[in-house]
């Protein structure tokens, strides 16, 4: 804890690389000759190319290395959410994101819940490809209460005389939106406060947490802020915002949009006191991606990996019979088209009773004309991960049940919204989760509680992603290495009659 309070005076400049900077005025109580430093801060890359001239790989490559040629010391913290969702991703699990990555000059990046969306194997093989440390300071191997191999859950980097620490809290909602067995999800803000505590007691002058906003973290994280000394800097991610900051009892809490196509550069300027505290204030620039050219070698690196799968993903699957919408919202709270063949699909290829898909597995998040070609490409980015599908045995008690799960959250748009096929279910998202479902029928015939069904359903759901917990304990009739990619499937079923004709029929009735 520091024995003085930190100084910080904040100014957003929305400008280009070569902005002005805003003059500081020194800390009344500081020595002369201060340090001066800058952070940089990108998060959600994703996607290797530009978009309307902004974003991307070689953007943000440029981005950096101009930063580092005109600011002398400069800390480039990554805020994670980038090895997943995206179709390259599809096939490698994120390894071209880290090796692209790998030739920014990375200080530190976190492991948030995209992080762990292949797996927690999977991510730590990604940690030791990576040039650079992954931390999380609140997910750790169950077996042994210590970080994942590869992983630390706390960085200290050096800025001249003065020491950062940087932390990442990722969010607890990960344990229920991928699979993950051997991680532990701890809270957050007990783990970033004990680990923010011992940072400052061995001398660390500065602590900087990343986070997400899965599951409103970074407001639980704010919030905490109050009466917890948890972190001095909190750089975060919130969907659909440009760039913001606020400054409240000498914390600065910010966020920048995701792809780099914006990127946060807060210029610190850091000092001690007489007594040994350290005192800092800090100006903030937002950093214009369109005013830099892109990075020549990486834009060769970042196109090379895109035409590698270019004639494989440009392969037409078929035609769209009618609109379709995979919007967010679409698939996260009601009924949705694409949603409802993607169930059929998976139940008529494993000859089961019942269907079941959440609407957080559909992450196309756009909208399409009728008419419209769909390719390989199309149907990889609506179904970016490696389920496949799973039949398990279900008592009609336990698909109510699961259903229910599936809509106790409708009001937050979770991923975790149920679609389904051969079944029927109307609910009303008015009454307490649990007691949503008000009528809810199989093959045309009301639900037997004590039947047993064939539920198929994906591997996700079926380890108990997305809420669907009491599914893991189910008996499996077919295993995930019996089955296909989702993904796979519908393609095949798309591309026996070239006629992609999905509708809504009134299987799922919400009211509100």
């Not at 010391?73 to 959410?81: A, P, S, Y």
């Not at 991510?123 to 609140?138: D, I, K, Q, S, W």
């Not at 959250?409 to 979770?414: I, L, S």
């Not at 051969?422 to 509680?449: F, T, Y």
């Amino acid at each position: 804890m520091w024995s003085g309070k930190a100084k910080v005076r904040l100014a957003c400049v929305v400008a280009a690389l070569v902005g002005a900077v805003l003059p500081f005025v020194d800390v009344a109580s500081a020595r002369a000759e201060p340090f001066r430093f800058t952070i940089l801060y990108a998060q959600g890359t994703t996607e290797l190319g530009e978009t309307q001239g902004r974003g991307g790989m070689a953007r943000l490559a440029a981005l950096i290395r101009k930063e580092r040629a005109e600011h002398g010391t400069v800390l480039v913290l990554h805020g994670g959410q980038t090895l997943a969702p995206s179709v390259l991703a599809f096939y490698d699990q994120g390894a071209h994101i880290i090796d692209l990555l790998n030739g920014m000059t990375i200080d530190v990046m976190a492991a948030l819940n995209r992080e762990f969306h292949h797996g927690d194997d999977r991510l730590m093989t990604r940690a030791f490809e990576a040039g650079f440390p992954f931390v999380t300071t609140n997910a750790v191997d169950r077996s042994t209460g210590k970080p994942l191999d590869g992983l630390e859950d706390s960085v200290v980097l050096k800025a001249g005389p003065f020491r950062v620490g940087v932390l990442a809290a990722t969010p607890t909602l990960t344990r229920e939106t991928t699979r993950a067995p051997r991680t532990e999800f701890r809270d957050p803000v007990a783990a970033l406060a004990a680990k923010a505590k011992a940072l400052r007691a061995d001398g660390v002058d500065l602590i900087v947490a990343m986070t997400g906003s899965a599951g409103d973290t970074h407001k639980t994280v704010m919030a905490a802020r109050a009466t917890m000394n948890l972190a001095d800097i909190l750089l975060y991610q919130d969907r659909g915002v440009q760039a913001s900051h606020t400054i409240k009892d000498d914390f600065l809490s910010a966020t920048v949009a995701a792809q780099g196509a914006w990127v946060l550069a807060l210029d610190v300027t850091m000092d001690r006191k007489t007594d040994g505290a350290a005192v800092w204030s800090t100006v903030v620039r937002v950093l214009d991606s369109a005013s830099v050219t892109p990075d020549p070698a990486m834009d060769i690196r970042a196109k090379a990996y895109a035409a590698r799968l270019d004639s494989m993903l440009n392969i037409e699957v078929g035609r769209l019979d009618g609109a379709l919408d995979t919007r967010r919202d679409a698939v996260r709270t009601g009924e949705n088209a694409f949603a409802n063949v993607v169930a059929d699909t998976l139940r008529t290829a494993l000859d089961a009773d019942v269907g079941l898909f959440n609407g957080g597995g559909v992450r196309g998040d756009r909208e399409y004309a009728d008419g419209a070609i769909l390719t390989r490409r199309d149907i990889y980015a609506e179904l970016p991960y490696h389920d496949v599908g799973v039949v398990l045995s279900v008592t009609g008690q336990q698909l109510l049940d699961s259903v229910e799960a599936g809509l106790s959250a409708v009001e937050h748009v979770q991923g975790r919204f149920p679609h389904l096929s051969n079944a029927r279910v109307v609910a009303d998202v008015s009454k307490p989760p649990g007691q949503r479902v008000k009528e809810i029928s199989v093959g045309g015939r009301p639900l037997d509680r004590k039947a047993h069904y064939r539920l198929a359903t994906s591997s996700f759901l079926a380890n108990g992603g997305d809420g669907y917990g009491l599914l893991s304990v189910a008996p499996r009739l077919v295993e995930d290495r019996a089955a296909d990619f989702v993904s796979t499937q519908l393609i095949a079923h798309i591309a026996r009659t070239g006629v992609f004709a999905p509708r809504l029929d009134g299987r799922m009735v919400v009211t509100r």
